[in-house]
């Protein structure tokens, strides 16, 4: 019996559940001494304080506007699509308010007067424009420079000997050359369109130097040069009205063909190369089907 009962002891410590120990947590916040009212009162002034905080800081950049440039928009061009090419009409128009407007500060350096034929002028018109022009060549046999009316191998004229004089004639800002000026900027002919026509006055709050002008467009909203455009500044030779928009839309297709000659080249390339890669694939499928179909079809059997 006493084996019996020491057995049952030990069977019951045993299965004894093993004890846990709680200690109880500390509380190092002190918002949980709080009551339920101080919490809410002090959750609504939090909140009360971040929103005056942002309703500050908002105003606050709404009146220093110049340091928040727009975005220029997206507009549809004849020349974007896979299919369409530049509309050559506009790109003589673009050149008149380039050659009448844009070329008393900017220059061309890469663009020579042959680059117009069969573009927008044909060959005696373009000899013609080149011929009003005045090159500086030589030496001659006494080794002087001397004037001749230009060719068209002749690049197009700078307005100014040197940056020095060019920054000079426009309070120390040198007019940037135009020949790629559509692909060096973000946003190419949308940014031009969106430049010439975005000239306003300043918001409130945005104080201009003077000899600056306000664009929103431009970056920092100070730019060095007017507005140039304006109803009627040029007279097209086809009879087109010359409002603000259609001059500063035709340069910027002027500046953007300008930029690629090749454009409209290169799509056709583009296209018939598509074209003979078509039936090229064709026959590749056909002789492919041809040679491997004897492969694909036949059977080979064993001998036991």
């Known amino acids: ?19 846990v120990t709680l200690t109880p947590r500390a509380n190092m916040s002190a918002f949980s001494k709080f009551t339920r009212g101080k919490k809410l009162l002090l959750s609504t002034l939090g909140v009360l304080t971040a929103g005056g905080v942002g309703l500050v800081t908002a105003l606050e950049m709404s009146v220093k506007a110049e340091d928040v440039d727009l975005h220029t928009p997206k507009y549809t061009w004849n020349h974007t699509g896979m ?16 050659k009448q407007v844009c070329a008393a500060c900017h220059s061309m350096d890469y663009l020579a ?59 120390g800002a040198l007019p940037p050359d135009l020949s790629y000026i559509a ?61 603000m928009s259609q001059m500063a839309k035709d340069v910027s297709v002027f500046l953007r063909w300008a930029a690629e000659p090749e454009f409209d080249q290169r799509k056709r ?12 694939t064709g026959v590749a499928y056909y002789l492919k089907r041809h040679k491997w179909s004897v492969l694909k079809s036949r059977k080979i059997a064993y001998r036991a």
């Open 1 to 19: 019996m006493a084996a019996l009962r020491n057995s049952a002891v030990y069977c019951r410590i045993l299965i004894r559940p093993n004890s």
């Open 83 to 98: 299919l369409q090419t530049f509309d050559h009409r506009s790109i003589r128009r673009g050149f008149q308010v380039y």
């Open 113 to 171: 007067f042959r680059n117009l034929v069969g573009v927008c002028y044909n060959e005696a018109e373009a000899r013609l424009l080149a011929e009003d022009v005045q090159i500086e060549d030589g030496p001659d046999d006494e080794g002087n420079m001397f004037q001749r009316p230009g060719k068209l191998s002749d690049y197009f004229p700078k307005p100014y000997a040197n940056d020095e004089a060019a920054r000079a004639a426009n309070n």
């Open 183 to 243: 692909l060096a900027r973000h946003g190419g002919e949308d940014y031009i369109f969106s430049l010439l026509t975005g000239y306003c006055d300043p918001p409130a709050g945005v104080e201009i130097r003077e000899g600056l002008h306000y664009n929103p467009y431009f970056p920092g909203g100070s730019i060095g040069m007017a507005q140039q455009l304006y109803d009627s500044a040029v007279e097209y030779d086809d009879g087109t009205h010359a409002s």
């Open 269 to 280: 390339m583009g296209l018939k190369a598509l074209m003979i890669l078509g039936m090229l």
